[in-house]
């Protein structure tokens, strides 16, 4: 059913979705428009937000850039690919290489969601090389299982409530994690997804005359072999004992900030450690410079598109469009369905702000109030954010920017499949956090 369903879905795509950078161009224009006509905000007023909110986001383009460059020396390293062979290698068919990616992804998102992000996009290309399966869904359920992130360990919002000093503590107080990430309705809503998304995945797989393969010679990153060594420059390029003088310390540095500090995962830490493991299972400068050049090639999309997307999120937040939308979707709600409202309004807003920790900047001051007048769960209604924050990352290809340049792919050849993840996984979603 689910694949009879899915292959127009696809092809409707395919034709129509355009590639993310027309994208943020068109989001931009439809912001700037809503803010004049809705805001009454004057076209001068709209621009000089834009203008202004242009490079908001530069050091988050900056990590995630280096997300997908660390990310992709890491796995690309000898050690790292043998082991992440010997899992594919467990694939034995189309349908279980599927599975597999999946519940990767979602086991890493669920961790970290910059993790999740680059393993489960290199894992998708190391089971393309051993199996052979049509390389979109392959790809797009690597991508799906980005879906939990937000009601996992590095979730935005339930960090955020749970940290002593954080913006709303006067109106809420602290909110601990056993609340939110750790509530028995949200981990009901993570095990349904990591039953149904590798479920759904599978159901899509395509017949064999309509899938699209990949061949595995334009996946292979092998280097060059070094010749032989004649400058004192070259000695140093491949002197290993250099590489180590410098990794060992990176590492014992994050050794320091886990157990003697009791530190924990967050972006920095994460592009930190892909960086300093890469650097030492690479062993040489040059092999790691190699790795270097083949994994910058696909940041482009990264560095063109996130400052647009910085210039949309100051129209919408300064403007107050993000704020009139979310108070028009809870102005009818009860206090059993205001979660489900604040989940669609999160999802709704998510396509233009889609960043969890600034969506909750802007959707926490409509959203807290509300949740007291009515006498909702005010715990659930946060997280009803953060699952609608992560819900449409399914259509909006803000995130999976990283993915397709790992995967060679563009938006277009994943985007129908996530979105039978989007109408399924909303559901279950929905009724988690109304029912559970």
């Known amino acids: 059913m689910l694949k009879l369903i899915s292959k127009p879905a696809v092809k409707l795509v395919e034709r129509y979705l355009p590639d993310p950078y027309i994208f943020v161009l068109l989001l931009t224009l439809i912001a700037a428009v809503a803010a004049i006509a809705v805001e009454r905000q004057t076209p001068l007023a709209v621009l000089r937000m834009w203008g202004d909110g ?5 050091t988050f383009s900056m990590q995630m850039l280096l997300v997908l460059v660390t990310g992709f020396m890491l796995a690309s390293s000898p050690p790292v690919k043998r082991i992440l ?14 599975i597999l990616v999946t519940l990767v992804s979602l086991a890493a998102s669920w961790i970290n969601w910059g993790f ?68 028995f309705f949200n981990l009901a809503i993570v095990i349904c997804l990591f039953i149904a998304v590798p479920l759904v995945n599978r159901m899509m797989l395509p017949d064999e005359k ?40 990176g590492l014992l540095f994050l050794l320091d900030h886990f157990i003697l500090r009791g530190g924990g995962l967050n972006l920095n830490v994460v592009n930190f450690m892909f960086l300093f493991l890469a650097i030492v299972l690479h062993r040489t400068p040059r092999n790691l410079l190699t790795s270097l050049n083949e994994a910058i090639k696909g940041g482009a999309g990264i560095v063109i598109q996130f400052p647009f997307y ?38 709704i807003v998510n396509l233009f702000v889609p960043s969890g920790g600034g969506q909750w900047a802007v959707q926490a001051p409509v959203m807290l109030p509300a949740a007291e007048a009515l006498g909702a769960d005010i715990a659930r209604v946060a997280m009803a954010v953060a699952w609608g924050d992560a819900w449409t990352n399914l259509l909006q290809p803000f995130w999976a920017l990283p993915v397709l340049a790992i995967a060679g792919l563009k938006a277009k050849d994943i985007m129908g499949f996530c979105l039978i993840q989007l109408f399924i996984t909303g559901i279950i979603i929905s009724v988690g956090l109304v029912w559970f």
Do not use: C
Request: charged share 15%; glycine share 12%.
């Open 85 to 98: 062979q010997k899992i594919a290698g467990t694939a034995k068919s189309p349908g279980g290489a599927i």
């Open 310 to 347: 910085a210039g949309i999120m100051a129209i919408m937040v300064q403007s107050g469009l993000a704020q009139s939308m979310s108070e028009w979707l809870v102005s009818f709600a009860t206090a059993n369905s205001l979660p489900f409202w604040s989940f669609i309004s999160a999802g």
């Open 210 to 249: 309509d899938s699209v393969y990949v061949d595995p010679k334009l996946l292979d990153d092998e280097p060059e072999p070094v010749g032989r060594i004649t400058r004192p420059a070259e000695k140093l390029e491949n002197s290993m004992p250099l590489a180590l003088l410098v990794g060992v310390p």
């Open 116 to 183: 999740g992000l680059v393993v489960g996009a290199l894992f998708a290309k190391e089971l393309a090389r051993v199996i052979k399966v049509d390389y979109r869904l392959l790809v797009a359920s690597a991508y799906s299982g980005f879906v939990v992130w937000h009601g996992g360990l590095a979730g935005s919002v339930p960090l955020t409530i749970a940290t002593e000093g954080h913006f709303s503590a006067d109106q809420i107080g602290v909110i601990g994690t056993g609340s939110t990430i750790f509530a």
């Open 54 to 58: 242009f490079w908001g986001l530069l």
